[in-house]
């Protein structure tokens, strides 16, 4: 099927998607370019590919074929691909595997998009989105992540909740701070196999009733120079050290 009309009513539906309410209620987002689209075919989650005419690509799936002028009013960004795929959200529920990551608060979709890229690279099996996290279907943070969103178990929810649960399981909750508790490069390797995480946001770090859950807290040593590190930077050092 070709369209060709910025009126259809399939279109206006892509373009809605843009819209974090509309993707919460159609449960449903979009994915851009070749290397995002992959990823998501081989997750098993899209819905239909949408094509702009002509492109031809190696999957046997439902798909949408439009024109050039479509195309940039469906695209968040300036240079778009002519390869897109409308997908289900991940439905990931449960809490996965010994080694979590808990967000609290992160804003910026770049930082995010770059903590789950370096949570799936240090093995982590649990990523724990508070509920006022930036949106985890953020075109931003979906191209961020470079696909490494459909390689993580990402659960959204109450992180006092979660944590709750966790330390149920007696699993040791860590925070993270600028200063004091413990050095993460001196780290016993019997504290590195079954473990939380908890990172705070940009500009408050960890919430107040958030940080009264915490067991331990650990810190990155820098020069005095260096105040403090950007989130997604101190996130990826910590997980790396904790992979050790």
Not at 36 to 41: F, G, H, I, P, R
Not at 101 to 117: K, V
Request: with cysteine; aromatic share 6%; glycine share 6%.
């Amino acid at each position: 099927m070709l369209i060709t009309s910025l009126d259809n009513d399939k279109i206006k539906e892509y373009i809605k998607l843009k819209d974090r309410k509309y993707r919460k209620r159609t449960n449903t987002f979009i994915v851009e370019g070749m290397h995002l689209v992959l990823e998501a075919y081989k997750k098993g989650i899209i819905k239909e590919l949408i094509l702009e005419k002509d492109m031809v690509v190696p999957f046997n799936l439902p798909t949408i074929y439009v024109t050039n002028e479509i195309i940039n009013k469906i695209t968040t960004v300036e240079s778009p691909s002519k390869v897109m795929a409308l997908c289900n959200m991940l439905d990931n529920t449960n809490l996965i595997g010994n080694k979590f990551l808990l967000l609290d608060g992160i804003q910026d979709p770049g930082n995010l998009g770059t903590i789950i890229r370096s949570a799936v690279a240090f093995n982590i099996d649990t990523i724990v989105l508070s509920l006022d996290t930036v949106d985890l279907y953020n075109p931003k943070v979906i191209r961020a992540t470079q696909g490494m969103i459909f390689h993580v178990n990402v659960v959204i929810g109450n992180l006092a909740v979660i944590i709750d649960k966790l330390k149920s399981k007696e699993i040791p909750i860590y925070g993270t701070r600028v200063d004091y508790g413990i050095s993460v490069n001196i780290l016993k390797n019997k504290d590195k196999k079954m473990y939380a995480l908890v990172v705070g946001n940009e500009g408050n770090g960890i919430s107040e009733d958030i940080m009264e859950k915490c067991d331990e807290f650990l810190y990155i040593e820098t020069n005095e120079v260096v105040e403090s590190l950007n989130v997604g930077v101190a996130t990826s050092i910590i997980l790396y050290e904790l992979n050790k």
